[in-house]
């Protein structure tokens, strides 16, 4: 079993930048697909970034490419998602996700993780 905790939210100006890190217990932390998705009120949970196992390979909702970065460190059991360019249609539940799916690319729906955080609230202001 992995528990997963959030960290980083806050509230920030559109155009700023916030690093979220999500932190994992137990040892099997890097046999793991990890992504990130995002609630705001009155919607569904959207995926937004997700990265294999190693850390060698990403992939990111067209709304966030270019901005948004995922990354893991495997010794440190985290994974953070750096946000640039912050847009106030970025404010939402941040939250981490675990999976052992065939493929880091396909895991871009909410039913493909067995393991979520509590979630972290980032809001961006106009």
């Known amino acids: 079993q992995v528990q997963l905790v959030e960290s980083g939210g806050g509230l920030v100006q559109a155009g700023g930048s916030l690093r979220l890190s999500c932190a994992a217990s137990g040892r099997t932390f890097r046999s793991y697909i990890m992504g990130w998705f995002r609630q705001a009120p009155g919607k569904e949970r959207e995926f937004v970034a997700t990265i294999s196992r190693s850390g060698g390979s990403t992939y990111y909702a067209d709304s966030v490419k270019g901005r948004f970065t995922i990354s893991r460190d495997n010794a440190k059991n985290t994974v953070d998602l750096q946000m640039n360019s912050l847009k106030p249609e970025d404010t939402a539940v941040y939250y981490c996700?675990?999976?052992?799916?065939?493929?880091?690319?396909?895991?871009?729906?909410?039913?493909?993780?067995?393991?979520w955080g509590q979630g972290t609230q980032v809001t961006v202001s106009s």
């Open positions: 996700a675990a999976g052992q799916g065939l493929s880091f690319v396909v895991m871009t729906t909410t039913a493909k993780y067995d393991y």
